[in-house]
């Protein structure tokens, strides 16, 4: 079974500054990669994907992943945050189980931003 | 705009009471999900549905049961509420990759439900 691993589950950066959120995944078998963001008492929302091609990802509000085969990571990163991107992170891979694919989480990392 | 819509954002029930929460889509997605969220753990899959009538269970499916009777629809049930189900309930949707365009790939989510039993 597929499993994620998002190192470090809390990340305080100041305004402005470069941040990386890490994410590693166990399959040998190039999964469809996803980072979800989640603001305060809201659902999920998808920040970007990996499905093939081309292994730098662009996402919404700035961010990017690079999708690494030979270390298993996709990891997440932003050049200059901003405060409202305060919020808790997810990465997530696919598995098939009876046919249907179905996306395991990582247990998050919460990003702080301050001023 | 695509949505998932989760008919409750807070429920407050008694330990003992059945609860349902309900979802629906409006993507026509063949699959759809039910996750528990809490601090430290993240997500975990309680049941997931492939098809109509069709259901799986996650890793955590005890004490939980699952009901999808229209494509549009699945609904998580707790038979007998306790306070350990106390947590925010998301539910899901999606296509199987391979049915389409790849940037629909992955789940839409609701806005979940914050459940307490007291």
């Known amino acids: 079974a597929q499993s994620v691993t998002q190192l470090g589950s809390h990340v305080s950066v100041s305004e402005g500054a470069l941040v990386l959120l890490r994410c590693n995944y166990s399959?040998?078998?190039?999964?469809?990669l996803f980072w979800y963001v989640q603001y305060p008492n809201q659902g999920l929302q998808l920040l970007l994907k990996?499905?093939?091609?081309?292994?730098l990802v662009k996402g919404i509000n700035g961010f990017e992943a690079e999708f690494n085969k030979s270390q298993t990571s996709f990891h997440l990163r932003k050049p200059s945050v901003h405060i409202s991107d305060t919020a808790e992170y997810f990465c997530?891979?696919?598995?098939?189980?009876?046919?249907?694919?179905?996306?395991?989480f990582g247990t998050g990392t919460r990003l702080k931003v301050l001023a | 705009d695509v949505k998932v819509t989760q008919s409750s954002r807070y429920l407050v029930k008694r330990t003992g009471e059945k609860v349902f929460l309900e979802c629906v889509q409006d993507?026509?997605?063949?699959?759809m999900f039910w996750y528990r969220q809490d601090p430290g753990l993240g997500l975990r899959l309680i049941y997931f549905?492939?098809?109509?009538?069709?259901?799986e269970k996650g890793d955590i499916p005890e004490g939980y049961s699952v009901s999808r009777e229209k494509k549009e629809r699945f609904s998580l049930i707790l038979e007998s509420a306790s306070t350990n189900q106390t947590s925010m309930y998301l539910c899901?949707?999606?296509?199987?990759?391979?049915?389409?365009?790849?940037?629909?790939?992955?789940?839409?989510f609701g806005s979940g439900t914050r459940l307490t039993v007291v």
């Open positions: 993507m026509d997605h063949e699959n």
């Open positions: 899901a949707s999606s296509f199987n990759p391979g049915q389409g365009d790849p940037a629909n790939y992955g789940y839409t």
């Open positions: 997530a891979v696919s598995e098939v189980t009876s046919g249907t694919y179905k996306y395991i």
């Open positions: 549905s492939y098809d109509v009538k069709m259901k």
């Open positions: 399959s040998s078998v190039p999964p469809y």
């Open positions: 990996y499905t093939t091609g081309a292994t």
